[in-house]
């Protein structure tokens, strides 16, 4: 089945249901989220996400009447996501090619979907990395790959919002890479420093938090070399202020294990 975006306004119908910023063929694929035989890797509230005919289709459900009314004044997350992979995309950072980006209503009732291409096994997720005790590579990778793709996707106006180790992969061809755009915001010029220095931070703690610990011991209070803050803002190469990318590190890893 072959899905695509189109670059102009569709309508679609399809058992009642309108569909907006589609062509024909997907709606049935994200009907198809729904089937028992369906791989699910997600199923929340909020959002449910699975393997769809070779495809990943994530749907926000939007529950509530709340929700919906907010969601009129809001560009739908699937469109913000678009954009967000194209800003990557410049910034020559990979991340999964987009099939369908839409939203659909059933009387009061909105859903956004997306569709995107399934990662291929080659690609190497750097959770799975440190998990199967891969510390040093996976930071050699950050210093080399990541931190330098986060400066330019900054200098490009915008920032990934979620970055941790579950969302970051290594290509096959050896290139950084981001999945998880869902909470990526946009700035009309350069990211400011502040929230530069926030995202380096969360970036870091993110790396010592995924480090696998043995049981018993506290995972809240993971000591940060400072060797390795200096070696992360010398990759960045910007202004950055050291002791706020520290202080911003040391936040995130006392939000716990919970946060990431």
Sequence with gaps: MQCAV?????????SGRLW????????????????????????????????????FVK??????????????????????VQKGAQILSQADIKTPEIAGAFISWKGFRRREY???ALLDEKNQFLSKMLFAGRKDEVWQLLTDKFIPALKR???????HGDLSMRNLYIS???CAGMIDLDGMKFFTKAVPQAAR????????SSFY??????PGEIDTDVPVPEEKIIQALRCYSGQLDAGNVRSCTEKFIRRGRKYL
């Design 6 to 14: 189109t670059d102009k306004k569709c309508y679609f119908r399809d």
């Design 20 to 55: 907006y910023g589609c062509r024909n063929g997907i709606p049935a694929l994200c009907m198809l989220l729904d089937a028992p035989e369906t791989l699910i890797f997600k199923n929340r509230k909020k959002i449910k996400a699975g393997a769809v005919n070779g495809f």
């Design 59 to 80: 749907r926000y459900n939007l529950p509530g009447v709340f929700n919906q009314l907010r969601s009129y004044f809001k560009t739908p997350r699937p469109f913000r």
């Design 114 to 116: 997306l569709v995107t």
């Design 153 to 159: 996707l900054h200098d490009s106006g915008a920032i």
């Design 172 to 174: 096959e061809k050896s």
């Design 197 to 204: 220095e926030a995202e380096l931070g969360r970036l870091i």
């Design 209 to 214: 938090m995924s480090i696998p610990y043995a």
